[in-house]
């Protein structure tokens, strides 16, 4: 996550799509170290940067 961003600074929605992404990517994860992540770890920063660019706004 970027430095500069807090848990208060995403909304409900994206705090319960990054919970649902970092389940799913963890359960991915206990398959075995051959197994790609890194869609879900892609979708988890466009949030993030999202999130900062929101605040920028403010």
């Not at 500069?4 to 409900?12: A, S, Y």
């Not at 389940?23 to 999202?50: F, N, P, W, Y």
């Amino acid at each position: 996550m970027a430095d500069d961003l807090r848990f208060g600074d995403f909304t409900g929605g994206e705090k319960l799509r990054i919970a649902v992404l970092t389940a799913r990517a963890a359960k991915r994860g206990l398959a075995g170290d051959g197994v790609d992540i890194s869609d879900l770890t892609r979708r988890i920063e466009r949030i993030e940067k999202q999130a900062a660019a929101r605040r920028k706004k403010k």
